[in-house]
């Protein structure tokens, strides 16, 4: 799921600066402090700052911050259906369950993806909604 990030012209990788390993690990850690001051109705606002700041400074914290973004969306189509099923009453057990699963990947994969930005690597995140690039 790591993946150095590539430079263009030589080929080869490029280590980012301790700065760009900051900004990157605050653009998926953004999203869980946004979700926690929210009550998860902003995730999405941290990332999206992020990325509209560095798109065009830094490729690593442009990817860092556009792969929390996309996920922040997964996660929110995830909670979303689970409330399309908790009002169809039947449903509420799998809504639950859902909603379980949504939060605790969430959380799971920022913090894969912020560690995995502090050494300087490229995160993947498993599912996404490619919005951002």
Do not use: C
């Not at 929390?68 to 979303?80: D, G, P, T, Y």
């Not at 099923?85 to 449903?91: D, E, G, K, Y």
């Amino acid at each position: 799921m790591t993946h150095p990030i590539p430079n263009p012209s030589s080929g080869q990788s490029l280590t980012p600066t301790s700065e760009e390993r900051t900004w990157a690990v605050l653009g998926h850690l953004a999203a869980l402090v946004a979700a926690v001051i929210s009550v998860g109705w902003l995730s999405f606002v941290g990332p999206l700052v992020i990325w509209a700041i560095y798109k065009d400074r830094s490729a690593f914290v442009r990817q860092a911050a556009a792969g929390s973004f996309n996920f922040n969306l997964a996660v929110w189509v995830a909670i979303i259906a689970g409330w399309v099923m908790f009002f169809t009453v039947i449903l509420i057990p799998v809504a639950i369950i859902v909603w379980i699963v949504a939060v605790l990947a969430g959380i799971w994969y920022h913090v894969r993806a912020a560690m995995a930005a502090n050494r300087g690597e490229s995160f993947r995140y498993p599912w996404s909604i490619p919005v951002l690039h």
